[in-house]
C-alpha cells in the first residue's frame, strides 16, 4: 500500500516541478525545480522497488538511484557555478532574450 | 542499525504504518509547492534542505536504507549548502518571482504527467527477475550487501562512468568559475567544534565505508560524510591540501582506482572482472579511493577554484 | 513497554515548545535560544526512551551518541549565528 | 585481426586520457594528442575486427546480461566511432592552435567528451546509456562556457537545463521499462517489449527525451545560441558530433524496438517536425546577420534531414543508410565549416557578414574550406551528402512517398541560398580595411582537411555502407 502512497508522490512532483520549471525565470528557481524533478524520477523507482520480496529494496533500483542522485549533484553544481557567473558578468539572476549581435 | 529497519517494515507501528506514509506523503507534497512557489527565495532554499530529509526518511519506510543515506547526504545536506553558497554570492532577489507564461509547455508537461500516471496505474504487478538473480549470484561477488555488490561489482562499469561524471563536474566548475578559494576567517567557536567532531567523524566515514560490504553504507555515503568533514576543517582555517598535484591526485583518485584495476583485471579475464577470492579486498580498494575522491571533489565543488600557481586561469 | 513510551510522549511537549517558541518570539537570538533548548531536552527524552527499548547495549550507545552530536552541533550553530548577528551590529530586536 | 579486445580499449583510452590530463595539466596538450592517437588506433581496431567477424557484444565483469551491463559493437557502431574519430581529430590539432596557454582545461573536457561518445555508441544498456549521456552533457556545457563571455555562459546555462530536462525524460522511461520487464539490456528488452500503455508511455518519454537533447524544431531554441557563442573547435565538436549521439541513441532505440515491419505511426510526426526543421532552420541561416550563427542555424536545418528517413525506415536499406550517411557527412561538413569561421573570427575578430568582404584575398584556405563544406551541405555530387541525399530519394520513390522527397529538393535550394550568401561575400575582389591579425596555418589546414574529407565521404560510399551491413 506504502508503494502506492509514494509512487503518487513521485509523479506528483514530477508535475510540480515541470510546470515550475517551466513558469520561472530565475536561475536558481529552475536548479530546485530540475533537484526537485529528479527526486520525484527516483521516488517512482524506489517506490516501485520496494515491492521487492527481499528485506530491503529492490537493489538494482537502489544502485540506479545512488548513481541518480551523484549525477544529479554534479549537474546541479555545475548549474550553480554557471548561475553565479552569469549574475556576476551581466548581474541579471535570469537568461537575457539575447540577440544575435 | 537493524531494530531501526525492523521498526520501518511496520512491525512497531502495524497499522499506523499507512497514517504515517500518508502524513509523510502529504509532508512532501506540501513542501515541494512552497519550495517551487515560495516568493522568497531564501525561503525555498531553506524548504529544499528539509524536504530532501523528509525525502531521506520515505526511503527509509520505502526499505531502501542505502538510498535514504545517500539523498540525506548528498541530495538534502550538499546540494542545499551548494544553494545557499550560491545564493549568498548572488543576493536574494526583493520581488516575488515574474512567472512567465508557457501556455503550451505546461499543458505538454501535464498530458505527459497524465500519460505518466495513467502508465503507473496500469503497470502489471511487480516481476523480481533481476531481484532473484542478484540473490543467486550474490555469493560469487565478494560482499555480503547486494546494493554494493550490484553498485561495485555487477554494474560496476556504470559506477565507474558515475565516478567520472563527478569528476567531470568538477572541471566543469573550475572552468567556469573564476572565484578564488574564499574562505571566512575562521572563529574560535568552529574550531573547537571542528576539532570535538573531526576523530568521530572520521571513525563514522570509514566505518560507512567498511560496513558497506555487509551492511547499508558504501563508498558514496562514507565519502560523503568525510566531504562534509572536510568542508568544516576548510572553514575552520586548515589549508594543508588546498591546492596543488596533490589535491588533484585526491580528486582524480576514485577514477584512478577503477581503471587500474579493471585494466588489471583485464589479463585474467574481462574488464572489471574480480576473481572470487580477490573480490572483497578489490571492491574494498575501488571503494576506499572513491570515498577518498568523493569527498575531496563535494568539498572542493563547495569551496571554488583552488588559484594553484603553476596552472593560469583558461 | 510503557516506561519507554512515557518517555518518548514526555519528550513531545518540549518539541512543541521550541516550535511555539520559534514562531512566537520577537527577536533571533530569543527565538534561536528557545528553539535550541527545548529541542535538545526533547530530544533527549526520546532518545532516552528509545535505549530502553533498544535491544543490545551497542545499539544504545549509538543512541546516545546521537543526542551527543546533535547537543555539539546545535550548540555550535547558536553560537555562529549569534556572532554574525551580534557583528553584523543589527540591534537584538531586529534580524530576519 | 587479432583477439584484442578493442572495444573495451575505444572507452578507455580518451576516459584515461582526460584523467591525465587532469592530473597533469601543464603537459595537457601532449596528453591529449597521445590520448587521440591511442584512441584512432582503438578505433580503427575496432572497426576492422567488426567487419571480418561480424557484431560484438562483451559482457563487463563477466556478468551476462540481465545482471550486468554488456557492451554492443555492430556496423552502426563502427560508423558512429569512425565519424568521431574523422572529427576529433583535425579539432584537437585545430585547438592546440587555437587556445594559447597549453595547461588549458579543454585538453581534459574533450577528452571526456570523446570518452562520453565513445561509451554512448558502444553501451547495450539502457541505464549505462543514461548515465552516458549525462557524462556527454556536462563535458559539452561545460566545454560551451569555457569562453567565459556572458554570452556563451548564458547560452551553457541554457544548454544545461535543456540537456537534464531530456535526460530526466529518458530516464523516467527507462524506469518504466525496467519496472514492467524488470531488465535494462538493450536486445532483451527489443525482445520482450509490447505495445501496452506503460510501454508506450515510456518510449514517448525516452523519444521526447532524446528530441529535447538532438534539437529537433521545435525543441532547437538552445541550440543556435550554445554553437554559435562557443568556441570554434567547440563549435565543431558540439555540432559535429554531440547532437549526433542523442540522434543515434534515437536511432538505436528505434531499431531495436521496432522491427523492420511495424512502423508506428509515431515516425510521421518525426517526419514532419524534420520537415519543419528543414525549412525553418534554413530560413533562419538565410536571415542570419552573424556567420557562426548562420551555420549555427544550418545545423538546425540539417538535422531535419535524417527525420525525412523514419517514416521510411519501413523501406529497409535504403532509408537507414541514408539517415546514417546525413549524419556522417554533416559531422564532417559542418566541423570545417566552424573551423573555417573561427580562422575567420581569429583574422578579423568579428564575424558580422556584412563585413566579411574579400575573404579570398586574406584566408584562401579558409575560403576553399567554406566552398568544399557548402557543397556537401547542399548535396551536390560527388559530396557525402549527395550520396545521403540520393539514398533517401530511392527510399522515397520506392515506398511512394514522394513528400520527404519534396522537402528534401526545397532543403536543398535553401542551403545552396545560405551557402551562396557566405561565399558571394567570401569571393568579392574588394580590398579589406582593417589590417586582418595573422591566422596559424594549421588552423586553415585543418579546415580545409575535413572539408576535403567531407567530399571524399561520397567517393567511399561503398565500403562504408558495407561496414554498416555488418550486424543488421
Do not use: C
Not at chain 2, 568539498?299 to 594553484?308: F, I, K
Not at chain 3, 526533547?42 to 528509545?50: A, D, M, S, Y
Not at chain 4, 588552423?443 to 567531407?454: F, R, W, Y
Amino acid at each position: 500500500m506504502s508503494t502506492l502512497v509514494f509512487l503518487l508522490v513521485g509523479v506528483g512532483l514530477v508535475v510540480m516541478s515541470l510546470h515550475a520549471l517551466f513558469v520561472h525565470t530565475h536561475l536558481l528557481r529552475q536548479v530546485l525545480a530540475i533537484n526537485v524533478l529528479g527526486t520525484g524520477v527516483f521516488m517512482v523507482f524506489i517506490a516501485w522497488g520496494s515491492q521487492s520480496p527481499t528485506p530491503h529494496a529492490d537493489p538494482v533500483a537502489q544502485a540506479l538511484v545512488i548513481t541518480g542522485i551523484v549525477v544529479a549533484v554534479s549537474a546541479t553544481a555545475l548549474a550553480l557555478a554557471l548561475a553565479l557567473r552569469i549574475k556576476q558578468t551581466t548581474g541579471r539572476a535570469t537568461l537575457s532574450e539575447e540577440t544575435e549581435e | 542499525m537493524d531494530w531501526v529497519l525492523e521498526a520501518s517494515a511496520l512491525s512497531l507501528f502495524g497499522p499506523m504504518g499507512l497514517a504515517l506514509d500518508l502524513l509523510l506523503a502529504a509532508g512532501l507534497l506540501w513542501l515541494a509547492w512552497r519550495v517551487l512557489y515560495s516568493p522568497d527565495l531564501f525561503l525555498s532554499v531553506v524548504l529544499f534542505i528539509s524536504f530532501g530529509l523528509l525525502v531521506s526518511l520515505a526511503y527509509l519506510r520505502l526499505r531502501a536504507p542505502d538510498v535514504a543515506m545517500a539523498e540525506a547526504a548528498i541530495g538534502a545536506a550538499l546540494t542545499g549548502t551548494l544553494l545557499l553558497y550560491t545564493l549568498r554570492h548572488m543576493g536574494v532577489p526583493i520581488e516575488p518571482p515574474r512567472l512567465a507564461q508557457h501556455r503550451l509547455l505546461t499543458g505538454l508537461a501535464l498530458l505527459m504527467s497524465a500519460g505518466l500516471g495513467w502508465a503507473i496505474l496500469t503497470m502489471p504487478g511487480f516481476s523480481d527477475g533481476l531481484v532473484v538473480q542478484v540473490t543467486q549470484h550474490l555469493p560469487q561477488s565478494g560482499v555480503e550487501h547486494p546494493v554494493t555488490a550490484v553498485l561495485l561489482n555487477f554494474r560496476a562499469y556504470d559506477t565507474m562512468l558515475e565516478v567520472a561524471v563527478l569528476l567531470l563536474a568538477l572541471v566543469g566548475v573550475w572552468a567556469v568559475s573564476s572565484t578564488e578559494l574564499r574562505l571566512p576567517a575562521p572563529s574560535a567557536v568552529l574550531r573547537g567544534m571542528v576539532s570535538v567532531l573531526l576523530p568521530p567523524g572520521l571513525l563514522v566515514g570509514g566505518y560507512l565505508l567498511w560496513v558497506g560490504a555487509y551492511q547499508p553504507g558504501g563508498a558514496f555515503q562514507g565519502g560523503a560524510v568525510l566531504g562534509g568533514l572536510l568542508v568544516l576543517l576548510f572553514l575552520a582555517g586548515w589549508r594543508a591540501l588546498a591546492a596543488g598535484w596533490l589535491l588533484r591526485l585526491a580528486l582524480g583518485a576514485g577514477l584512478l582506482a577503477f581503471l587500474a584495476v579493471g585494466v588489471l583485471a583485464m589479463a585474467g579475464g574481462s574488464l572489471l572482472e574480480y576473481r572470487l577470492e580477490a573480490a572483497k579486498n578489490l571492491i574494498l580498494f575501488i571503494e576506499f579511493f572513491v570515498a577518498l575522491s568523493v569527498a575531496a571533489t563535494l568539498a572542493m565543488l563547495l569551496l571554488g577554484r583552488p588559484g594553484s600557481a603553476g596552472e593560469q586561469q583558461p | 513497554m510503557s516506561l519507554e513510551l512515557a518517555l518518548i510522549l514526555l519528550g513531545m511537549p518540549f518539541f512543541l515548545a521550541g516550535t511555539v517558541g520559534l514562531l512566537r518570539f520577537p527577536d533571533l537570538l530569543s527565538r534561536e535560544h528557545a528553539v535550541t533548548k527545548a529541542d535538545n531536552l526533547g530530544l533527549g527524552l526520546v532518545v532516552l526512551g528509545l535505549m530502553l527499548g533498544a535491544e543490545s547495549v551497542l545499539l544504545a550507545v549509538k543512541l546516545f551518541l546521537i543526542w551527543i552530536a546533535v547537543l555539539v552541533a546545535s550548540a555550535t550553530v547558536a553560537q555562529l549565528i549569534a556572532h554574525t548577528v551580534i557583528d553584523a551590529g543589527s540591534e537584538t530586536g531586529g534580524g530576519s | 585481426m587479432s583477439e584484442l579486445p578493442w572495444i573495451v580499449w575505444v572507452v578507455l583510452t580518451p576516459l584515461a586520457g582526460a584523467l591525465l590530463a587532469f592530473l597533469w595539466p601543464a603537459q595537457g596538450v601532449r596528453v591529449a594528442l597521445l590520448a587521440g592517437l591511442g584512441t584512432g588506433v582503438a578505433v580503427l581496431g575496432l572497426s576492422l575486427q567488426l567487419a571480418q567477424l561480424g557484431a560484438q557484444r562483451y559482457a563487463v565483469g563477466a556478468w551476462d546480461p540481465p545482471l550486468g551491463i554488456s557492451l554492443y559493437a555492430d556496423g552502426l557502431t563502427a560508423v558512429m566511432l569512425l565519424m568521431t574519430l574523422l572529427v576529433f581529430a583535425p579539432t584537437l590539432v585545430y585547438a592546440r592552435a587555437y587556445f594559447k596557454q597549453t595547461a588549458h582545461l579543454f585538453w581534459s573536457l574533450g577528452l571526456f567528451l570523446w570518452a562520453a561518445l565513445n561509451a554512448l555508441f558502444l553501451s547495450g544498456d539502457v541505464f549505462n546509456l543514461y548515465v552516458t549521456l549525462e557524462l556527454l552533457g556536462l563535458s559539452a556545457v561545460a566545454l560551451t562556457a569555457l569562453g567565459g563571455q556572458s554570452q556563451a555562459l548564458v547560452a551553457a546555462y541554457r544548454y544545461l537545463l535543456a540537456s537534464l530536462l531530456g535526460s530526466l525524460s529518458y530516464l523516467l522511461g527507462v524506469g518504466l521499462l525496467y519496472a514492467e520487464y524488470a531488465t535494462l539490456d538493450l536486445q532483451t528488452l527489443g525482445q520482450v517489449i509490447g505495445l501496452d500503455p506503460a510501454s508506450a508511455v515510456a518510449l514517448a518519454l525516452m523519444a521526447t527525451g532524446m528530441l529535447l537533447k538532438t534539437a529537433l524544431f521545435p525543441l532547437h531554441f538552445w541550440l543556435p545560441p550554445a554553437h554559435a557563442s562557443a568556441a570554434a573547435p567547440v563549435s565543431a565538436l558540439l555540432s559535429g558530433l554531440v547532437v549526433k549521439g542523442s540522434l543515434y541513441l534515437l536511432l538505436r532505440l528505434w531499431l531495436e524496438f521496432f522491427p523492420e515491419t511495424t512502423v508506428p505511426a509515431s515516425s510521421l510526426i518525426l517526419g514532419l517536425l524534420g520537415a519543419g526543421a528543414v525549412v525553418w532552420g534554413s530560413w533562419q541561416a538565410i536571415r542570419a546577420r552573424r556567420l557562426k550563427f548562420l551555420v549555427a542555424y544550418s545545423t538546425v536545418a540539417q538535422l531535419g534531414y535524417p527525420f525525412l528517413a523514419f517514416p521510411l525506415l519501413a523501406a529497409g536499406w535504403d532509408a537507414l543508410a541514408a539517415l546514417v550517411y546525413f549524419m556522417l557527412s554533416h559531422a564532417a561538413a559542418k566541423a570545417a565549416m566552424f573551423l573555417a569561421a573561427g580562422s575567420v573570427l581569429r583574422a578579423f575578430g568579428q564575424d558580422r557578414l556584412a563585413e566579411l568582404h574579400g575573404l579570398l584575398r586574406v584566408l584562401p584556405l579558409s575560403v576553399a574550406a567554406f566552398i568544399l563544406a557548402g557543397i556537401s551541405l547542399i548535396g551536390l555530387p560527388p559530396s557525402g551528402g549527395f550520396v545521403a541525399k540520393w539514398l533517401l530519394l530511392e527510399a522515397a520513390f520506392a515506398t511512394g512517398q514522394w513528400g520527404w522527397a519534396l522537402v528534401t529538393l526545397l532543403g536543398t535550394l535553401l542551403a545552396a541560398g545560405y551557402v551562396f550568401r557566405i561565399l558571394t561575400r567570401a569571393l568579392e575582389d574588394t580590398t579589406l580595411s582593417d589590417r586582418p591579425s595573422p591566422v596559424p596555418r594549421s588552423m586553415e589546414l585543418t579546415a580545409l582537411l575535413l572539408a576535403v574529407a567531407s567530399l571524399l565521404l561520397g567517393l567511399v560510399a561503398l565500403p562504408v555502407l558495407g561496414l554498416l551491413e555488418v550486424g543488421r
